[in-house]
Every structure is written in structure tokens, then in C-alpha cells.
């Protein structure tokens, strides 16, 4: 029986190259094969909120179609806390293998790079995209007794009383305060911002006339205004709302070019191999595009997502700059 080459034999260095050669030859030639048998056991999605609210509505359908799409489970998995960085941050250090994925939104990957002084993530480089799912326009909306009937009226009275009026929202940093910031902005005038912590004490408050606006995401109001509780004098997006389509957009309003959408998106960790990203990417295009998944979401409010014309990571940076402006001239910062 031949014994094990020692070390020192002149032969064992090309031998171990050899076999490290091989190995990685045999590496190659698996990953295809690999990807094929993709998935071969269940796959988490990180909702980085509480159950119920907007984003875990928008995931639990889509989660549902990738399980039959796959073949195998997709796990919604609720992590809140921190405006979703801590759900973020566990799909940021997981194992790039397809396993575990991320529900991301406007907050983590275009918010919170700006509010947050010490963010554990970076919403680029630790992240694989694996394609837009949904947006929402922010509503601006007013008690029923409120003076203002439109936009116009709105900001005239804002420029009358300057810091005179008040809005609410679900919180400092939200899209729906961001948005009431960058509404003022363009507008030219002051508001004065009042933070809840979430839609249903603002929302609350505004129902019982204690403020007379708030900017919110539409699927949180839309109730209320289709019961002719609230009246909605805009809507955030460039386009109108199919739920909302007698109430005018921001720049049809009067100030040309307006948008601030919330929008969801599914991310991988970065490093995720080539042959999976598309899988997950191809498939999941394919139920945004599906009108099983489209029907569901504007039934709630929310929008599949419209293909953009820039790539995601033109969208994104585009995304990220716009709303740290707007995080920026809010003066808002958390620890």
C-alpha cells in the first residue's frame, strides 16, 4: 500500500495545486446544476415590520406565489424595530445562498441612510436587488371641516400663516413626514410638523379634527376617504391613483414634477450567485406582471411596480439622494 507523500517530496506542491485545481473545476461544473436544483428546502422572507402593516401586506401575497412558483415554502419572517433596520441587518449578514431574503422598502435602503447616524448595513454594497414589487403614493389629506379644498387653497393659507399649520404623521423620518416636508419645500411654505408614533394615533387625531392635515400613504387613508371621513386634496405620485382617480396628483396640482412614492423591493445579500439572482429575479417579475398579484394590491391601495427605465441601481441612487435631501432639510436625526 502506497504511503502519504510527506511534505518535503518535491512532488507534493504540484499534487496540491493539482487538487485545488480539480476542486475548483468540479466547483464550476456544480453551480450550474446547482442553481437548477434551487430551491431545495424552505426560504425566509425578513419582513423588517410588525405583521399587518403595509409591508408585510404587500409581502405575504407575493411570498405565497414565489412558494408555488418554486416549489418550496417562503417563510414570512416579522422583524421589527429601528424603521427596519433590524430586519435589514439580518438579511445583510445572512449567507448569500438564496435562503434568505429581504423585504426592503423605501425606508431601509433609501430613508434610513440619512436618518439614522449609525446605520449596521449599507443599503448597497451588503445587498443583492432582486427587482422592484410595489409602490404607493402619499396622500395629502384634511378633516372634512378644513378650509382647504385643493392644493392651491392649502398653500395660499400656508403662506398667509406661515408655521401656522399643522400636519401629522406616522412619525419623524417616515415617508409620510418626509413627503410633507418636501411638499412644503416646493411649495415655498411652513408647516408644523407633529410626529405620532404610527399612522393609527395620527390618524385618530385628524378623524377627530385635533389636526386638520396629514401626508400618509395611501393605503392607510383610503378607507376613510372613500367614506367621505377625510378628503384627499392630492396624491404623491406623478400619476394619479387608480383607487383615488378623482383626486389630482402633486404636479398636476401646481407643482410640476412632484413625486414621493413609498415603494417595496426584494433584496438577496450581496455576493448572491449569478444563476440564482436570476431565478429568484425572473420569477418574481413575473408575478409582479401577473394580474392575480395586481388585483390583490390595488384592492389595498397599493401598486404592483411600474418596469422603471433605469436600472435599479440608478433608481436607487437617484432614490437615496432625493429622500437624504429631504431628511437633511427636515433638520430630523436618530440615534
Avoid: C
Wanted: no cysteine; glycine share 10%.
Amino acid at each position: 500500500m502506497m504511503s502519504e507523500q510527506h511534505p518535503d517530496h518535491p512532488d507534493f506542491d504540484r499534487r496540491r495545486v493539482l487538487a485545488a485545481a480539480a476542486g475548483t473545476a468540479v466547483a464550476v461544473l456544480a453551480g450550474p446544476s446547482f442553481a437548477q436544483s434551487f430551491p431545495t428546502h424552505p426560504i425566509r422572507m425578513v419582513v423588517p415590520f410588525p405583521a399587518g402593516g403595509p409591508t408585510d401586506i404587500v409581502a405575504r401575497p407575493i411570498a405565497a406565489m414565489l412558494s408555488e412558483a418554486l416549489g418550496q415554502q417562503v417563510i414570512v419572517d416579522n422583524r421589527g424595530g429601528a424603521g427596519g433596520s433590524i430586519g435589514a441587518d439580518i438579511v445583510a449578514k445572512a449567507p448569500p445562498d438564496g435562503y434568505t431574503i429581504l423585504m426592503g422598502t423605501v425606508g431601509t435602503h433609501a430613508i434610513n441612510p440619512s436618518l439614522y447616524r449609525k446605520l449596521p448595513y449599507d443599503p448597497v454594497e451588503d445587498f443583492t436587488a432582486l427587482g422592484l414589487v410595489a409602490s404607493a403614493p402619499v396622500a395629502i389629506v384634511v378633516h372634512p371641516s378644513a378650509p382647504y379644498k385643493s392644493v392651491a387653497e392649502l398653500i395660499a393659507a400656508a403662506k398667509r400663516e406661515p408655521g401656522s399649520i399643522n400636519f401629522g404623521s406616522a412619525g419623524n423620518g417616515t415617508p409620510g413626514h418626509l413627503t410633507g416636508e418636501m411638499f412644503a419645500k416646493a411649495a415655498g411654505v411652513e408647516f408644523k410638523h407633529v410626529p405620532y408614533k404610527g399612522s393609527a394615533p395620527a390618524l385618530n387625531d385628524l378623524l377627530g379634527a385635533q389636526i386638520p392635515l396629514m401626508f400618509d400613504p395611501v393605503q392607510s387613508v383610503l378607507q376613510h376617504v372613500r367614506a367621505g371621513k377625510l378628503r384627499a386634496l392630492a396624491v404623491s405620485s406623478r400619476q394619479r391613483s387608480p383607487v383615488l382617480e378623482q383626486t389630482a396628483s402633486v404636479s398636476e396640482a401646481g407643482l410640476k414634477d412632484f413625486e414621493a412614492t413609498a415603494w417595496w423591493a426584494l433584496f438577496a445579500p450581496a455576493g448572491l450567485p449569478a444563476e440564482i439572482r436570476t431565478k429568484l429575479s425572473n420569477e418574481i417579475k413575473r408575478i409582479v406582471a401577473s394580474d392575480a398579484y395586481g388585483k390583490h394590491l390595488i384592492e389595498l391601495g397599493v401598486e404592483p411596480a411600474v418596469a422603471a427605465k433605469q436600472s435599479f441601481a440608478e433608481f436607487q441612487k437617484a432614490e437615496l439622494e432625493k429622500w437624504g435631501r429631504a431628511v437633511r432639510e427636515s433638520g430630523v436625526s436618530l440615534g
